[in-house]
């Protein structure tokens, strides 16, 4: 029963020569899907960068757009202030969800389930009625923190949401719910036998940590690493919303500029930049599988286990102090903003005569509004349901199965996410117009769907790669079918990765507004479009109390998956 | 391994390519050619009063609108006054109107793939002057025909919304005209230290104290026209020293107003017609209007009918029906709205009166909507000198 391999040339558990013909045909049959729909819109994106005009209208083949952005200083700087952003952001969000998962997945800290939960939630509250918020309470002059603590803090000094500091802090923190929610089941599924041999051999706590612990979660920690670094480089609300203001210039607010605000829309450069992004991540990606390649991860084998508890002693009432520190700040203060913003006459002036049910009366009594509300949930049940099968099985092939599709389809998950999205929306307008599902609630699933692979995925092959391939051997062996195996063994450990997954494709079609501003059509309306289109009338009240109503959804829809994972998917 | 990656990317470039190869949709957004729309009667507009013929074939394009069913209106910004009109519209004549929002470059990408793809959705389209001439110019755009409102007395307008068409300049007809103003807060700005015309922006003493509009070519922000408008009457160091005193750019005329209001800025460039909700503030407001001495800016809002469009009767009517006195009223009904009928009464007028005095060389025409984004540099530079852009 082994729990760890020693041996480093073996580049990953696998379980080796199913001989089901229907299990040696499936990741071919998905791959070949899997490049239709993703390489197809990617494609359209590739061709618009070699285009004078955007696909589908007559043009001419042209370098002219790559020429643009290799000469451009602007793009150059872009491209140098995203790392300066980027990395310091990526470093101190996954040290602080690697923190969080930690304690609340192996120490005996007070409320962890409350904790976790509420950790989760964050990641669940809309990134720009998010930002807006902490515009309200920290803009220099008249932010409602700034003014609060104007005594306080020491002679002109004010917190400043328009600054390089901000979108470092605040990006960290919008950040932090992606790697913990990775790292969480990661932390859950370390075998103890490894750690309580250290403990045996006389590591101490701090040692234990950093000499068995870090170096199991490593696959994790760097997969959250890696896609952090990747949804870092592609975030751009916070950009938008806090750097522009302040000159601050990153590689998607640059796209956007080239999409938006030039005299016509630059499509070739924009996507020309978008190549350059895709590069970095395929780079990344490229240096992930060289350090993951010589090392075994196995942790989880047939013997069953417990992880083992850490015991904090007093410490583990500062450790709640400290988490709770961390939720009232990131989550309940913002969050408040919001709720009571979404009771006042105006946004942003928040004062007991302003306070109103207008926000709420004119969203709950237009009929328009309600169907987005109806079409929203049922997006979000068919994106959240396929996604977790597609992404399951194609992270089955990427992880436990040798086959020679195996690198390409692993990329084909990536490479969603290494597209902004606001050009990958083209490319799905382009790619799909001219199919009967554009403009129904179908084509938004499809797109939904493909803008979440890369992520869910992690979701299943972090852990994936954590178990034994004895485990299967052994059901082989005695003759259990794939779908025995499926059900009696993955079932119960990808519980946490399949109700994470499920969430977070949920939250993916509730709230991307690019995609389904280009797609949705009349009768076909989500809430995404509906906040954008009240906050783009300035009316961010309505705005407030449709992103609490998108919270709320993606809260039910949070506590239903967590029940229902909870009763059915783990092992009785 | 090199191999290995080597082989990995080559494999997903040949996929890529030949999928974008293969699969684009066929070039073919037409230029030049108005052969996909008009519908019925799609004569040159006219001013002249509706013949018999001319009435007796408005009444057959109403009840072939009502066999439509529906229309599909798309607009450049989310507007409150689109909710209303659409409302009273489907109740006067029992169509649907869908409504939609999106930005010039999403509308331009949306409409062009859809064309190409033969699957036009969109009939109208709404917007500020710049951005409905650069549809005409770019021949998206087809003649609205013969409609009622065009045989009223020229004198019921503020600004003739037909002169696009009368020129032979273009499609657009223009259903609103907004004037410049600068919203300034009260404390920070006060009417004594505060500046008062255009000129005195570039005053040293109000250096930190505006927030300016993004000077931006996509549809002209309010930025953008007030940066060529100067820049042709005070020339390029006018401009330099209004960057000196610039504090921030901003891309948001919604959340500049809240700026303003809660004192973060002291003054802003905007014009009426934008989302104004800080109106709904208790007064004394925090905030006024200035409107400059040395002239007002304006602002020419337009509609347009779009090619191919699959509503087209429907679509004549709803223009038709935004024009009108009954339509430009509930367009005036909300506070700021504005409108192009003197005939009218604005809920605010305050916010929506129009000064006698235009600023110097303010024409909002056909050929400035052309050639505005080329005075964009000259305000530019600077705000790029001083780190803003």
Known sequence: MATISSSRSEPRSAVVGWRWPSIKLLPWLLLAAIAVVVLYPLGMVVLASFRTTAPGLAGEFTLDAWQQIAVAPEAIGAILTTFKIVIPKVCLAVTIASAFAWTMARTNIPFKSLLEGALAFMFFVPTLPWMLSWVLLISPRSGFLNQALASVLPGDFRFNAYSYEALVVLGAMASVPIPFLLLYPAFLNIDPALEEAAHVSGANRLTLLWRVTLPLLAPAILAA????????????????????????????????????????????????????????????????????????????????????????GRWRWVALAIAVTYLVISGVL???????????????????????????????????????????????????????????????????????????????????????????????????????????????????????????????????????????????????????????????ILQPAIVGAWIYLFVIAVRTLDSALLLTGPGSEVLSVSIFQQTSRGDNVVASALAIMQVGIVLVAYVLARLVGRHYLTAH | MRSRVSRLIAALLVVVVGAACSAAPPAGLASGSAAGAPGPHADNASTAQLSPQDQQAWD?????????????????????????????????????????VSPPPDFNARYS??????????????????????????????????????????????????????????????????????LVNNQLCPPDNCPKSYKDLADARYKGKILLSDPLPAGGSPGTRWAAYAYLEYGQDYLTRVAENVAALSRSEA???????????????????????????????????????????????????????????????????????EGQQVIASGSGDTFNRKDVTPANPELVTISDKLFPRNPDTFEFAATYAQYIPFIDNPLKARGLK
């Open chain 1, 225 to 312: 690493a890696a896609l952090s670094t990747v949804v870092g480089m592609e975030s751009f609300e916070v950009e938008q919303l806090l750097g522009t203001p302040a000159g601050i210039y990153v590689f998607t607010t640059r796209i956007y500029d080239l999409l938006y605000f030039r005299d016509t829309p630059r499509f070739g450069a924009a996507s020309a930049l978008s190549m350059v992004l895709l590069a970095f991540t395929v780079m990344l990606l490229f240096v992930q599988r060289q350090i993951l390649a010589r090392q075994s991860f196995v942790t989880v084998s047939g013997k069953a286990f417990r992880p083992r508890t850490v015991d904090l």
């Open chain 2, 113 to 182: 793939a859809e064309l190409a793809a033969g699957k036009q959705s969109f009939d109208i389209r709404t917007g500020g002057g710049p951005t409905m001439r650069d549809l005409d110019a770019r021949q998206v755009t087809v003649s609205l025909g013969t409609l009622p409102v065009m045989s009223e007395p020229k004198t019921v307008w503020i600004e003739n919304p037909f002169q696009d068409i009368e020129s032979g300049k273009g499609n657009s007809v223009f259903y609103s005209l907004a004037g410049y103003y600068f």
């Open chain 2, 60 to 100: 057959d394009t109403v009840a072939a609108a009502k066999k439509e069913g529906e229309v599909l209106w798309s607009n450049t910004q989310a507007i409150d006054w689109m909710d209303r009109v659409a409302a009273r519209f489907t109740q006067k004549y029992g169509i649907k109107v869908n409504e939609e």
């Open chain 2, 255 to 325: 959340n500049a107003q809240q700026q303003i209001a809660k004192g973060e800025y002291a003054l802003y460039l905007m014009t009426p017609g934008a989302p104004t909700t800080i109106v709904g503030l208790p007064r004394p407001w925090p905030f006024r209007l200035v409107v400059p001495e040395d002239g007002q800016m304006v602002l020419l809002l337009g509609l347009s009918y779009l090619q191919k469009a699959p509503h087209p009767n429907a679509a004549r009517v709803l223009a038709n029906f935004i024009l009108s006195q």
């Open chain 1, 334 to 492: 913002p969050f408040a903003i919001l709720a009571l913003n979404s009771l006042m006459q105006v946004s942003g002036f928040i004062d007991v005569q302003m306070v109103t049910t207008r926000g709420w009366s004119k969203a709950l009594s237009s009929p328009q509004l309600m169907t987005a509300v109806q079409n929203t949930i049922l997006v979000g049940l068919l994106t959240a349901t396929l996604g977790v099968v597609v992404s399951s099985v194609a992270s089955y092939t990427v992880s436990r199965l040798r086959w020679r599709g195996r690198a390409l389809m692993d990329a084909a998950l990536w490479l969603p996410i290494a597209i902004p999205g606001m050009v990958l929306a083209l490319g799905f307008l382009w790619a799909f117009v001219g199919l009967p599902i554009y403009k129904t609630i179908w084509v938004l699933v499809l797109a939904f769907v493909i803008r979440g692979l890369p992520t869910s995925s992690r979701f299943f092959t972090s852990t994936m790669v954590q178990v034994s391939p004895e485990l299967e051997e052994a059901a082989r062996v005695h003759g259990v079918t794939w779908r025995g195996v499926a059900l009696r063994i993955w079932r119960p």
